[in-house]
């Protein structure tokens, strides 16, 4: 599909399909480019305040931050892309507010510190900032939460320091004053403090019979990761297994890394403590390089192809991937027996989680020379977004959908999640994953998934009532719930919130053409 062709098929999506008919009515017959940003506002202008709440909320339950990484940090990409400043500037004022909800404390609640039970509270060398929740006598952290929230704190500081210094608005400049203290301040908590709150003792991980040691900062986690010295093969098979959290943090501290590199005075470290933390992201991104292996493909013209898959078979013992091995329509027994007997082998991360992938490995890609590391390639990245779109992809251009894992495996997953009766997503579930998951962006490494991203929007777009019957029974429906498959989505309807979250994810996404170029810059 050529240029032209492109931005017809955004305009008709955006405008002319009833999904979007609040814009269809006060639309005016301007450039495609400019529809494209003002259907993208008008999403924001919807969502900003429910953001802004969540934000406020999270001074009680800081799952409230996210959440908010989730839906914005695509939206942030696009705005760096195509040099939306007024987004970045807003943007950067939502994130802002976060700061307001942050404890200063030199009291931490442990998990396994050792020599003490389970979960216990030791006091810290000084106080630090941090989310926590309302837990008695001391709140907790909740590192997955808080690393998440600050990789876009860190991204949005790595946008900001490409911009010319005259065009950064006042709003842009409070923000790096402010977030890069507070992401050294976490990331060498984090990292270097001894006792440190990372562990797997949780996971019951043992070697040669005795329990993982406990009390690790994250250099030493991630390097007995690498040496693979958290769990013998007695042991569950995730005891090893680098997760989003160890992702978000090394994606982290590569984003600040290279804000120094490019503007020292922005960053308050010593030459030594950059070297520090410069080993600390090389031990990542060789623990990183060295969980990927590799499978063969074929394209859409059957040429073969070479794809990528991250930790394959890692989580095949965990309770989440109990049925990836079961692919039956009808929700799955649960006794023991059944549980062995549809157990998958080599399976990959699921859809939803693997959008990881697509922040996390372009902040790596993108910094790479400016930090000298060895990895990822471009080419490397290809082979992801090959195995992405090759292994995932039903290849029905008509009703598209998406296995749940991906080396392709589409079995069922989290069954019974956290003690929920019925709960658990079936076949082709993930498919949803593809509009929020940031894939889109991965059209700069593949032209095929720019094709798979418009087939998307062809579908939506349809009027067809065999495709709407798709779409309702894959996409606005998307999981199980009490043994049914509720609706939680309704893309006629852009005044439900969680269709406008969708939008707000999956829009953005689709800023790229060839070379990676933004398609719609201003």
């Known amino acids: 599909m050529n240029k032209k062709s492109f931005f017809y098929t955004i305009f008709c999506f955006l405008f002319l399909h009833p999904v979007f008919p609040a814009i269809a009515q006060i639309a005016h ?16 202008t919807q969502r900003k305040t429910q953001y802004e709440e969540m934000i406020k909320k999270s001074v009680d339950d800081p799952y409230n931050l996210y959440n908010v990484q989730t839906e914005t940090n695509n939206l942030l990409k696009y705005a760096g892309y195509c040099k939306r400043y007024d987004l970045i500037d807003e943007l950067s004022r939502l994130y802002l507010q976060s700061l307001d909800t942050l404890t200063e404390t030199d009291q931490y609640r442990f998990a396994y510190y050792p020599g003490s039970p389970r979960l216990s509270v030791h006091p810290l060398d000084k ?10 006598p001391q709140g907790q952290e909740t590192i997955l939460v808080s690393s998440q929230f600050l990789y876009v704190l860190s991204e949005m500081v790595s946008i900001i320091v490409e911009i010319k210094k005259e065009n950064r608005t006042p709003i842009m400049r409070e923000a ?46 991630i390097e007995k990761k690498l040496n693979r010295e958290l769990g013998d093969s007695k042991s569950p098979s995730y005891c090893n297994a680098v997760t989003d959290t160890d992702m978000w943090i090394i994606a982290g501290v590569t984003n600040v890394l290279a804000v120094y590199k490019k503007e020292r005075a922005l960053v308050p470290i010593t030459p030594e403590e950059y070297k520090k933390l410069l080993a600390y992201v090389k031990t990542g991104v060789k623990l990183l390089e060295s969980r990927f292996s590799y499978t063969e493909l074929r394209d859409f013209n059957g040429n073969p192809v070479v794809g990528a898959i991250f930790d394959r078979g890692v989580w095949d013992g965990h309770p989440d991937y109990a049925y990836a091995g079961y692919t039956g329509n009808e929700y799955p027994k649960t006794t023991s027996a059944d549980k062995d007997r549809f157990r998958g082998k080599g399976v990959g991360w699921d859809l939803s989680h693997a959008r990881r992938f697509v922040h996390m490995f372009e902040t790596l890609i993108t910094s790479k020379d400016i930090l000298n590391l060895d990895f990822p390639t471009k080419t490397h990245m290809e082979k992801m977004a090959n195995q992405f779109v090759y292994a995932t992809f039903n290849r029905d251009f008509k009703k598209p959908l998406f296995t ?119």
């Open 127 to 136: 106080k630090y900032r941090m989310w926590i929740d309302k837990q008695k």
């Open 404 to 522: 749940n894992f991906m080396d392709g495996t589409n079995g069922w997953y989290r069954v019974g999640y956290s003690g929920r009766t019925g709960f658990g997503y079936g076949p082709w579930d993930m498919s949803l994953s593809i509009l929020t998951g940031g894939y889109c962006f991965w059209s700069k490494y593949n032209q095929d998934i720019k094709k798979l991203c418009i087939l998307l929007i062809d579908m939506l777009n349809s009027n067809d009532p065999e495709i709407h019957k798709h779409i309702a029974d894959h996409y606005e429906t998307n999981y199980w719930n009490n043994f049914k498959r509720p609706k939680t989505i309704d893309f006629k309807n852009l005044k439900n919130p969680r269709t406008q979250s969708i939008f707000i994810q999956f829009l953005p996404s689709m800023c790229f053409i060839n070379d990676g170029e933004c398609l719609f810059n201003n």
């Open 29 to 44: 017959p301007v450039a495609e480019k400019q529809q494209y940003h003002e259907q993208i506002n008008y999403l924001w």
């Open 176 to 221: 790096l004053n402010k977030f890069v203290p507070l992401l050294l301040e976490h990331y060498n908590r984090w990292i270097f403090n001894t006792p440190g709150p990372f562990q797997v003792r949780g996971w019951g991980c043992k070697l040669g019979g005795k329990y993982a040691k406990t009390g690790m900062n994250h250099m030493e986690f």
